[in-house]
C-alpha cells in the first residue's frame, strides 16, 4: 500500500533524479553543440568511401570473404597499404586504379576513417582439425612477436585474428608468389610453408571471435 | 621520516667496485654495516647522485633495474636465506591495466615502488601493500615499429622524477610523486624502425639510453639527454661510418664462421659502407663504472638478420661489448663477438661489471656478458679485450652453418643462449648466474633489400616445433670459465635472474613457476606458481624490516608464453 509518506518519499526522489538528469544534460549540451557545429573531418572523402562500401561492406564491416575487414583495422597498417597499392609495391588490380588519384592526406583520413570503426562480429565455417593445426604453424614462425598474443596486432602489424579466412589465404599466397611484394619479411617466412600450412593458419585464425 | 631502523640483519653499506675489488672471496662483508637511514641518506625523499652510488650496498632500496651501476643483480639483505626461504609467501599482488607480455624490474625508493607493463603504462605503488599510488598512460602516437612484443622494462629515477622510453621512441620524464608528465622528447623517428623498450640508465644527470631496431635497418646509438630539460647532450653511434672492420674469419671462441670474404670485399666495393641502415641496436641497460667515467654496453645484431651479401664488412659495432666516455660519448674500446653475423645470435643481455682473475690469476676491472651463443664472455674493463669464455651452457651443433633459402638447423636456435635476460652474480663466490634457451631452429635466407622502416629480415627463422625444447639456469665460475652447476627447465628460459646475500638465487619460468635455489649448489628451495609466465627479472628491497621479493608475471611475447598483468611480492611468513 502507497501511504502518503512515501508517496512524498518517491517523489522527492523522482525530483531529485530529474534535476540530476538535466543537469547532467545541461553539461553535455555545449559539447553537443559544438559537434554539430564542428566540421565533417572526412567531408573530403566522403566519395571515395561511398566506393569502399562497395565492396568493403558499409563502414568497412565486410561481408564478403574476398575482401578484408577494414572496420578497427590498425591505422598506420591500412595506410602503408594504400601507399604501397598507389606505388605499385603492392600490386592490386582492383585498389590500384582505385587509389591512383587519391592524394596522401586523404589516403590517411581513408586508414583513419575506418580504423574508427568496430570490428564486426564474425561466424566463420572452421575446420577444426585445421585450425589446431594452424596453433603450431604460427608458433612456428613466431607470429605471435609481431601481431601480439590477441593477433589483433598494433600500429604498423595487422589485426589477423577473425579477419575473413578466404581473404588470409589468398594473401597469404600472395606473399608467396611474390605479388605482395611490400613485406618481405612476411613473404620469406610463407615461402616456407606449404598449402596445408597456409589453410590451416587461416582456419585458426578465423576461429577467433571479437 | 620516520627513525625506525630499515632493512633486515643486512642494511646499508658501501659496496662499490673499487670495495668489491679489495674483497673479492670474503662472503660475510657483504651482510655490511647496520647504521641508520636518515644518517646516511637525508630523508631519502628524493633520489640523488649518492644513493645511486651506493646502491650496490643499499638493502632497503632497489635503485636501478639491474640492481647497481655495476649490474650485478646481486642483492645484500640476507633476511630471506637458505635457512627460512621455504616460508616465503606471498605479501600482495596487483594487478595491471594491460594483459601482454612483461619484461619489467620494479625499482623501489624509500617504500615506494615504480613498475611498468606493456604500452608504456607506469605505476607508482606502495611497496609494503600493493595499493596504487598513481597511474600514468603514456599517450602512444600512431606510429610504432618493434617486433617481440609491446614490453617496457622499468623506469630510470633521479631526484624527483622517474623516466621512461616508449614504444614510439620518445623519453618521458614525470613527476615521481604524482606522476605528472614534465616533459617529453623525440629519440628516433618511430616510422624509420626506432622503438624503447630498455629502462634508462641514469648517471651525473645524463639519462642514458639506447634503440630497439635492429630488424627494421636503424643505425643503432646511444644518447645521453639532461634529466632537468631533456636537451640531447651526445650521440655514440653504435654503427661508425667505417663499420668494415679486420674481417675477421673467427668468432670468439676460435670458431670459423664460412665468410666469404672475397665476395665482400667485392660487394664493399660496389655498394659502399652500409653503416647508414646496419642496425646495431643498444635496447639492455649499461654498466656504469663511477671511477673510470665509462658505460660499458652491448650492441646487437646487424640490418637485416639474415642475409649479409648487402652489408659487407664486419658490421661494427654488431654484436660487441663497447666501452664509451660518460662526459663525450666517445668510445674507449670494444670487442667483437661475431663479426659479419647471419644468425641474429648478438650480444644483448646487460653486461656486468665485476673483479676478475685475468690470465696471470691478477685480479683486474672485468666485465661479464652472456652471450645468445650460450658462453659467458669474461673481459678486461680496462681495454675490453677477452680473458677467457666459459664452457657452453647449452646444446651446440653446426654452429656457424650458413643460412640457406631451405633452412639450414642449427644450434643455439636464434633466441639463444642467454637472450637480453639480465645474469646476476655472487661476487663473492665468483659466480655468476645465467638463464638459458635450447630452442632448435631453421635459418632462411632471401636476398632482401632495404625495406623502408620495415621488418628487414632477409629471411626467416622458424622454431623446429617437433624438436624439444627446454631451458636451464647456469652458474659458472668467471674466474675459471667452468660450470659449477646447471639445472635444467622444462621451458626455454627468458626473464633474468636475481642472487641475494641470503644465499639464493631467483628466476621465474614461462609456465608460470618463480623459484629459489641454492646459489651454491643449484638446489631448488622454493617455488611457487603463478597464473602467466615469470619472464620478468625479479628484484627485492626492504620496507619496515622485512625483506621482499618482488617479480612480473605477465608472460612474454617473444617465446609466446601465457600472458597476464601480475607484480607480485613475497616476503617471509612469520608464523
Redesign the interface.
Known sequence: MITSKSLLLMLTALMIFSNEVIAEAERAAPEASAEIGEQDKYASIRENLKTCFTCHGDNGQSKLGTFPILAGQEFYYMYVQLKDMKTGLRESQVMGPIVANIEKADLKLLAMFFSEQKWPETSYEINAKQSARGQRVIDEGGCTACHLATLKGNSRIPRLANQHPEYLKNTMHDFRNEVRNNAPAMASLLKTYTDEDIDAIANYLGSFKE | MNNKKQGGSGTLMKVGLASLLMTVGAHNVLAGEEVSGGSLFGDMQTVTQDLLDRAAGDSNNFLHTNANYEQTRFYPAQQVNRENVHNLERAWTFKMDVV??LETTPIVINGTMFVTSSFNHVYALDAKTGKQKWHYEHEMG????Y????NNRGVAALDDMVYMGTLDARLVALDAKTGKKMWDVEIADPELGYSETMSPTIVNGKVLIGTNGGEYGIRGFVKAFDAKTGALLWTFHSIPEDSTGVWAENDATGLYMHRDIKAEKAALKKLGDPYKTLGGGVWQNMAIDRDANRAYFVVGNPSPDLYGAVRPGDNLYTNSLVAVDLDSGEKICHFQYIAHDVWDLDAVSPPILVPVKNEDGQTVKGVLHGGKTGYVYVHNASDCSLIRYSEPMVMQRDRWVLPTKE?ASMLPGANGGVEWSPMATDPSQGLVYAANIHQPM?Y?V?E??Y?GG????????????DQQQWGNITAVDYNTGKIKWKVKTHQPMIGGVLATAGGLVFAGEGNGLFKAYNSTSGELMWQDQTEAGVNAPPASYNVDGEQYVVVGSG?N??M?YT?GNEIIAYKLNKK
Open positions: 601482454d607480455s600512431l606510429i610504432t615499429t617486433c617481440c612484443g609491446p633452412g631453421t632462411h632471401e632482401t633489400p625495406p620495415k621488418l628487414w629480415l632477409g629471411g626467416a627463422f622458424k622454431v623446429i616445433t608472460g611475447a617473444q609466446n600472458r
